[in-house]
């Protein structure tokens, strides 16, 4: 072998190498960036929840309140 036939072969372990890193590299970033958004979503999509489920909380109170004023009303009277 000559030295330009090394040196042509290094060369292609090093491309090959470079494009195996590069994929590898490229998956998991997509992954881990596909996750933090999907974390993030599910984190905002609970807040949303929450806070419905207070408001209904709120609003019930406010009707039971005013049925049980409205049934005392005639009682006092």
Known sequence: MSTSTVAVSTLNVARWGALLFGGIYGYSRHRS??????????????????????????????????????KAAPLGS
């Open 33 to 70: 960036l596909t996750l933090f958004v999907r974390e993030r979503n599910e984190e905002t999509e609970y807040q949303n929840y929450a806070a419905l489920v207070e408001e209904a909380k709120v609003a019930f109170e406010a009707a039971y309140n005013r049925e049980q004023a409205a």
